[in-house]
């Protein structure tokens, strides 16, 4: 569910999440919606999420890398833990 805005403890744990996961390069996130290259896409949402979470403008990147995280899950597309 879309938020406007995350608290610290939720982003770090999203953060953390991805930092101590493997997962498949690829991922149909939603219909229409392909992200070929996670290596790259990743690192540069997860430093919005580092330093905007408190800014209300970048809710809905946040909100997409939350997304993320769930769809590689549900999809069974996590490989392992660092």
């Known amino acids: ?3 406007p805005t ?10 953390k999440w991805f930092e101590t996961h493997t997962y498949e390069k690829e991922l ?8 070929k ?4 896409t990743l690192p540069q949402m997860l430093h919005v999420v580092r330093t905007q ?7 809905g990147q ?7 995280r769930d769809e ?6 996590v490989t392992g833990e660092k």
């Open 62 to 68: 946040i909100h997409l890398t939350f997304k993320i």
């Open 53 to 59: 979470y408190e800014n209300r403008n970048y809710s």
């Open 6 to 15: 995350y608290t610290k403890e939720e982003v770090d744990e999203l953060i």
């Open 37 to 40: 290259d996670l290596d790259n």
């Open 1 to 3: 569910m879309y938020k």
């Open 28 to 35: 149909q996130l939603v219909s229409g919606v392909h992200i």
């Open 72 to 77: 590689l899950i549900k999809q069974n597309k």
